[in-house]
């Protein structure tokens, strides 16, 4: 259920600009803020921190969260992750937080039952989280592949809003619309 | 994980959780007697008052509110109390009071954070809070509530929760109207509240009977609990103006730790944070916490770093309180900031981040260039004092077995909410016994 006043859809991008890679995610959501997504989406930057993150996704209808996430594969590829349905890798997150990264979110979000109605991680690979301002080549590169496969969901998670049947609150009493674009995996850009 | 040697033992861990940083512990006992105990910070050195050099004295407090996602307003507010002090200005009247206000933020955010989901579980039994959330959900979902509220303050008036941007040199970049903050206070109204419940929910966990003897050092404010201050004092006879602060403090290096350590000259280690603020200004918390402490028992000279937790509790209450205080007595300056020129002049500030006095000093050139920084936060001064309780805490544990002898030597140290990233970053723990 999303409350009166918030978007349904959420884009979270974590991480530190002056990171190098770790700004992955901020860059993501600046690229998608030049695009006109539709008053039913809001775009966040975000340290990471665990409870802020699962502050910013909670009650909402569909989340994407984009990270740096160190899982042992190429600088630049793209995980995906859909909560619920694959399972969580043991990544590592960038420069270090108090309560962990985002897989500590996830989960301490399902304890509590603040997650989103659906909730997709997208992870890419850093060559370098030095400190320093700039993505690497490897990460910029994989950038618009990364941009435009989070258009695509949200596109198709907005139409499903829309389009969903609604309670008399005046919300969406049904996910059952929504279903994933896309299937969940690694891809190189 | 254990290692068998030759002669004796070794034991190590992973990563030491639910502190802020990198490091490690490290414990050498040889013939059944601890012979050296070392909290090693090994977080490459962050270089910031390398950074500020040559910038403009416009710049400090956003540069330096990057060096912490948890405090960055203890960060701003130090930086401007220094620059200001350099460049001769007076931020007072409301000004200060919405600095405050920010301030008031900040200690329930990070230390909401701490007691909810750092230190908690400590005493629980569990191993992280997030185990702990699955028998404990109605504490931990109202700490995460308190500490919204607190993000709620930094949002509206730092502009955004994290690396908040409207801060200046001066005072702000945009005020608020009277009726923006009202909204607000019925918020921390609510806040205060669960606030105060949480006081009694630390107070009834159990606590290790345990007096440190460390000197105590805080902002002493005539008449506020301090969070914004000039003079810095201690219980045993420190009493000097933030001029002269250094003057009375040796940071030194050891070979374990990428972090400064510091002590005070000719009396040796000292301890900043919760238990030094309560202890030596607890008459000038706000009524509400200093009833808070009186219902649950805190003593009014507290030693006890396990106990830590309730000064916290009760430190947030103090805060909400405080905001509220300040909201009902705001009205809205004629302007954000009041004017600023540079000039060449060194300037000192200090103020009290969540873990404890945090001290920055500044040179200035004729252009408003940052000739000189120097920064001196809290886990700095602190690591010595924890190295100390480690000492205290695993000579007088030895008969416990590795795996438990690690998890309350860990309890030490988060005791004191280190912030290793902010003194320079994640804790293993090693113990050597033969």
């Known amino acids: 259920m999303t409350p009166v006043g918030r978007a349904p859809i959420v884009v979270i991008g974590i991480g530190n600009e002056m990171r190098s890679d770790d700004g992955v995610g901020p860059v993501a959501v600046e690229r998608l803020a030049a695009s006109d997504l539709g008053d039913d989406v809001e775009l966040l930057s975000l340290d990471g921190e665990p409870t802020r993150l699962i502050d910013a996704w909670r009650e909402r209808r569909f989340g994407v969260v984009v990270d740096a996430i160190a899982g042992g594969a190429e600088p630049g590829t793209i995980h995906r992750v859909e909560v619920g349905v694959d399972a969580m890798p043991g990544w590592s997150s960038g420069p270090s937080s108090h309560l962990g990264g985002v897989a500590e979110a996830v989960a301490f979000a399902e304890v509590l039952m603040r997650s989103a109605d659906r909730l997709i991680v997208y992870g890419i690979e850093p060559l370098t989280v030095a400190e320093g301002i700039g993505l690497s080549p490897a990460v910029a590169a994989s950038v618009p592949t990364l941009v435009a496969r989070i258009r695509s969901e949200v596109a198709a998670a907005s139409d499903a809003t829309k389009g969903c049947p609604t309670d008399r609150s005046g919300q969406c009493s049904s996910t059952g619309s929504m279903a994933s674009p896309s299937a969940g995996g690694v891809m190189r850009p | ?434």
């Open chain 2, 1 to 434: 994980m254990t290692h068998r040697a030759a002669g004796g033992r070794a034991l190590s861990t992973g990563a030491l959780a639910r502190v802020e940083g990198e490091g490690a512990m490290r414990v050498v006992v040889e013939d059944g007697k601890l012979v050296d105990v070392q909290l090693n910070i090994y977080e490459p050195p962050r270089f910031f008052e390398g950074f500020l050099q040559g910038r403009s004295y416009t710049e400090p407090p956003d540069i330096t509110a990057r060096i912490c996602g948890i405090c960055p307003v203890a960060y701003q507010m130090s930086a401007c109390a220094a620059i200001e002090d350099a460049l001769d200005v007076q931020v007072d009247g409301p000004l200060r009071a919405l600095r405050h206000l920010l301030y008031c933020g900040e200690w329930i955010e990070s230390h909401t954070l701490h007691i909810h989901l750092l230190h908690a579980p400590d005493f629980l039994g569990y191993d992280g809070a997030i185990e702990m959330a699955t028998d404990h959900r109605r504490p931990v979902e109202r700490g995460l509530e308190i500490k919204k509220i607190g993000n709620e303050i930094l949002e509206l008036l730092g502009g955004r929760a994290v690396h908040p941007v409207n801060v200046k040199v001066g005072g702000f970049y945009r005020v608020p109207t009277k009726a923006e903050l009202l909204p607000l206070r019925s918020r921390l109204e609510q806040g205060l509240q669960l606030a105060t419940a949480v006081v009694s929910w630390v107070a009834s966990f159990d606590f290790p009977d345990l007096t440190m003897p460390h000197e105590l050092v805080s902002i002493d404010h005539p008449v506020e609990y301090p969070m914004l201050g000039e003079w810095v004092t201690s219980d045993r006879g420190l009493a000097v103006e933030v001029d002269r602060f250094l003057d009375h403090v040796e940071e030194f290096q050891v070979e374990h730790s990428t972090a400064l350590h510091a002590r005070l000259l000719e009396r040796g280690d000292y301890l900043v944070g919760p238990l030094a603020r309560y202890s030596l200004q607890g008459s000038k918390l706000a009524t509400e916490a200093q009833a808070a402490a009186a219902d649950v028992g805190l003593e009014a000279d507290c030693r006890n770093p396990f106990r830590s937790i309730i000064v916290r509790a009760v430190e947030v209450v103090h805060a909400f309180a405080t905001a509220i205080d300040i909201i009902d007595r705001y009205e809205q300056p004629d302007r954000p900031a009041v004017e600023v020129e540079p000039r060449k002049a060194i300037g000192h500030g200090v103020t009290e981040a969540p873990r404890g006095l945090l001290y920055h000093r500044y040179g200035i050139d004729e252009d408003g260039a940052i000739a000189a920084a120097d920064i001196v936060p809290p886990t700095s001064q602190n690591q010595t004092a924890i190295e100390h309780d480690l000492w205290h805490f695993v000579e007088s544990n030895l008969h416990l077995d590795d795996d438990e002898l690690r998890r309350r030597a860990e309890v030490t140290i988060r005791n004191h909410d280190p912030c290793i990233s902010c003194a320079t970053h994640f804790l293993d723990l090693t113990v050597v016994r033969s």
